[in-house]
C-alpha cells in the first residue's frame, strides 16, 4: 500500500461482485481498494482511496450486497468513548474517487461482529449486528431495526450468552443456510427461505437451533458448495465433515 505511516491490517471484506475490498488498520486509516487480475499478475490493487478518521476504533466490518452502491459496515466508536459504539456505512464510488461515510445508528455497547445479509433473501441489504445474547438485523434502503435474542448456552461454569467466533452461509436454490460457531465450539443454524419479498416476516419466524458442538474454539469456518463443512480451530487439527 506504500503508507507513510505503520499500517496493520484488522479488519478486512471484499464485494464479491465488484471486487472492491475495503481494510482497516490502525485506529485513523481504511482503505478502498479495487482488485485487478492479468495473465502477467494475477491479482494486483488497481485503484486505492485512503480514508481517514482521527481516534477512531473499528471492532468489525462487513460488505453489503447491494446492487446500486458499493457499501461497506463498521461497528466503530471513539478514544473518547469508547463504550458509544456506532454502525457506520462506507459508500465508495471509484469513479469520483469519494467515499460517503453515514453514521447510522448508535448499537449496544457490546456488538462485535457483523453479519451480511445475502442478497439472495433481501435485496436491499443490511447487516446482523451480533451482540451479547441478541442480534439486531439492519436494513440499509428500510431502516428497518429488528431484535432476536440468542439461545443460551450451557457452560462448567452455568449458563451464559454465547460468544459468535465465526459464520458462513450456505446459498442453496431455495434456502440459505446460517452457520455460527461460538467460542465454545457449540454450532447454531438458522434456516432462510429464498423469498425476496418477505425477508422481515421470516427474520420474525426465524429460530436460532443448536446443531452440533466441535471439540474446542474454531478461528473460521467455511461451507464448500458441495455441502461439506471446514472448520479451522484455534488449536489441534482442523475439521472437514458433511
Not at 445479509?117 to 442480534?135: A, D
Not at 419479498?197 to 429460530?207: A, P
Request: hydrophobic fraction near 35%.
Amino acid at each position: 500500500l506504500n503508507s507513510k505511516e505503520k499500517f496493520e491490517g484488522l479488519f478486512s471484506s471484499i464485494n464479491r461482485k465488484s471486487l472492491i475490498c475495503m481494510i482497516c488498520g490502525n485506529n485513523t486509516i481504511k482503505y478502498g481498494l479495487v482488485i485487478k487480475k492479468s495473465q502477467k499478475n494475477p491479482s494486483f490493487f488497481e485503484q486505492i482511496i485512503e480514508i481517514r478518521h482521527n481516534s477512531t476504533i473499528c471492532f468489525g466490518m462487513a460488505s453489503l450486497e447491494n446492487p446500486n452502491q458499493n457499501l461497506f459496515a463498521c461497528i466503530e466508536t471513539s478514544h473518547d468513548k469508547p463504550y458509544d459504539k456506532y454502525l457506520v456505512f462506507y459508500s465508495l464510488n471509484l469513479l469520483k474517487n469519494s467515499v460517503k461515510r453515514k453514521v447510522f445508528i448508535r448499537t449496544n455497547p457490546s456488538s462485535y461482529l457483523l453479519i451480511p445479509i445475502p442478497e439472495e433473501i433481501s435485496l436491499e441489504g443490511g447487516v446482523i449486528i451480533v451482540s451479547r445474547g441478541i442480534l439486531t438485523l439492519i436494513e440499509y434502503e428500510n431502516k428497518k431495526i429488528k431484535v432476536k435474542p440468542l439461545p443460551w448456552q450451557k457452560t462448567c461454569f452455568g449458563k451464559r450468552h454465547p460468544l459468535i467466533s465465526c459464520f458462513d452461509y450456505y446459498r442453496g436454490v431455495s434456502k440459505v443456510l446460517l452457520i455460527m460457531i461460538t467460542e465454545e465450539g457449540c454450532i447454531l443454524k438458522s434456516i432462510f427461505h429464498c423469498l425476496k419479498k418477505n425477508f422481515r416476516d421470516k427474520w420474525n419466524k426465524m429460530e436460532i437451533k443448536y446443531f452440533s458442538s466441535l471439540p474446542g474454539a474454531a478461528k473460521s469456518v467455511k461451507i464448500l458448495a458441495n455441502g461439506f463443512l471446514f472448520v479451522s480451530m484455534e488449536e489441534g487439527n482442523h475439521l472437514h465433515f458433511h
